[in-house]
Structures are given as structure tokens and as C-alpha cells.
């Protein structure tokens, strides 16, 4: 299995334990989505989106080294039940993925680093209501270069 492909599947794994039951306040993890482009319905919710973006090299060793960095930005996007709309629902779905995230920044092995990149939350341009939010986070990671990623 290629490495990005193994360090998704870790996070997506991650985010599964967020439950109420596993000392978080929301129960994101019941619906872990990667990559979905269909709508989610109301009955998956509260849910997660996982997608991985873009992808970039990073700082090199000196000289011709076999090895390389690679930066991966991956975007959660954080979907709430309507009677859940609040901002303080935002805010938990949040940091229960950070928390998540946070307790293992390598991902077993798999990563090098993950950073926190940014969050935000979402509002329905026409209500002006809480509709979600959205959690960026950078993985580096390294491979031999040329091979698969």
C-alpha cells in the first residue's frame, strides 16, 4: 500500500474514536467519510469529510539523497445535526479532532510531523446558521524518491 494512502486510512482510524463514550464531547466518529462527494444525509450526521489536497516537496538533505520530503495538506470538514447548529458545536467537533489527531502526530510511524494548520467554522450563507466547520492539518512525510507515495 502506498504511504499516503496508509497515513489516510490511519486518520480516518483516528477520527473513528471520537465518541462521546471515548472521553470526547461529540459523536463524529460514528460517520468517517473519505473523499465523499455525495451529499451526507441527516441521519449520518454528525459526520466527518476526509479529504488530502495537495501535496508538495519539502526541505531536502544536501546532496543527492535518496530520500523525500513530502508535505500533504488535508482538509476535515466537520458537519453537525441541525439541533447541534450552534457554535459551541462547532467549536467541540473542533478540538475533539485535534485532540484525536494529537495523540499520535506520527501516525504510527507512517508520518514524519503533523501540524495544525488552520479551522474555521462554517455559516449557511442565507441563515446566517452554524452549519459546520473545517480543520486543516499538514503531514510530512518520507519516501524514496521516485517510488510510489
Known amino acids: ?5 496508509a497515513i489516510i486510512d490511519a486518520l480516518i482510524a483516528r477520527l ?6 471515548n472521553g470526547y464531547y461529540t459523536e463524529l466518529g460514528a460517520n468517517v467519510f473519505a473523499y465523499r462527494t455525495t451529499p451526507i444525509q441527516d441521519d449520518e ?3 466527518a469529510n476526509v479529504t488530502d489536497g ?5 526541505d531536502q538533505f544536501t546532496g ?5 520530503n513530502r508535505i500533504l495538506d488535508v482538509s476535515i470538514d466537520i458537519l453537525l445535526k441541525e439541533g447541534d447548529m450552534s457554535i459551541n458545536a462547532a467549536r467541540r467537533g473542533i ?8 495523540s499520535d502526530i506520527y501516525f504510527g510511524g507512517l508520518a514524519f510531523y503533523t501540524d495544525f494548520i488552520s479551522s474555521n467554522i462554517v455559516l ?3 441563515t446566517n446558521v452554524v452549519a459546520g466547520a473545517k480543520l486543516m492539518i499538514r503531514v510530512t512525510y518520507r519516501t524514496t524518491k521516485w517510488a510510489e507515495s
Do not use: H
Open 124 to 126: 449557511d450563507q442565507k
Open 45 to 47: 450526521l454528525p459526520a
Open 64 to 68: 543527492n539523497s535518496p530520500v523525500l
Open 16 to 21: 473513528q474514536t471520537i465518541r462521546i463514550t
Open 54 to 58: 495537495d501535496e508538495s516537496k519539502g
Open 1 to 5: 500500500m502506498e504511504k499516503r494512502q
Open 95 to 102: 478540538i475533539d479532532c485535534e485532540k484525536a489527531i494529537g
